[in-house]
Nanobody, 121 residues
Framework: VQLQASGGGLVQNGGSLRLSCAAS????????VGWFRQAPGKEREGVSC???????DYVDSVKGRFSISGDNSRNTVYLQMNSVKPEDTAVYYC????????????????WGQGTQVTVSS
């Protein structure tokens, strides 16, 4: 059973990046899947969540710029990040679980290692 986050990297201010969260050993669509991020010296922040395969939610700071989606055939959830800003710089993690509340999965059953996103100004 594994959740693998990937796709991070260095991107310029205003650029785009797509993060992937791939599951193995369990069916991702059965869970609420969320992305959260943590920047150095800052608290963890729930960025986005998808539940029931189509219902999505976002933290205010990324609304209109980020988009979360799922591909059941690949057992993967994506986070498309457009118009990125330096304040989006953080390690991004994906989690799968239950009881989503807004952009946050409150009961985490599975989580993957983080992927670093760095936005240059």
């Amino acid at each position: 059973v594994q959740l693998q986050a990937s796709g991070g990297g260095l991107v310029q201010n205003g650029g785009s990046l797509r993060l992937s969260c791939a599951a193995s050993g369990f069916t991702l669509n059965y869970y609420a899947v969320g992305w959260f991020r943590q920047a150095p010296g800052k608290e963890r922040e729930g960025v986005s969540c998808i539940k029931n395969g189509f219902s999505t939610d976002y933290v205010d700071s990324v609304k209109g710029r980020f988009s979360i989606s799922g591909d059941n055939s690949r057992n993967t959830v994506y986070l498309q990040m457009n118009s990125v800003k330096p304040e989006d710089t953080a390690v991004y993690y994906c989690v799968a679980g239950r009881s989503p509340l807004g952009s946050v999965v409150t009961v985490e059953d599975y989580w993957g290692q983080g992927t670093q996103v760095t936005v240059s100004s």
